[in-house]
């Protein structure tokens, strides 16, 4: 089951996807470089929000 955070950390992936595409379409290295740290940190907080939710089941 996909719980807020994680809907937040995908949301963030695709954010961070769409503006690394754009920074590679358009030749800006600035904005590619930016969507590849916002779809990292978007992987980190998927991460962090599945463990939660896994902790939050194994105390039930």
Known sequence: M???E???AKA???KGKIKETAGDATDNPRMETEGTA???TG???ETAAKATERMKREKR
């Open 38 to 40: 916002e779809k990292m």
């Open 2 to 4: 996909m719980d807020k």
């Open 43 to 45: 992987k980190v907080q």
């Open 6 to 8: 994680q809907a937040k």
């Open 12 to 14: 963030k992936q695709a």
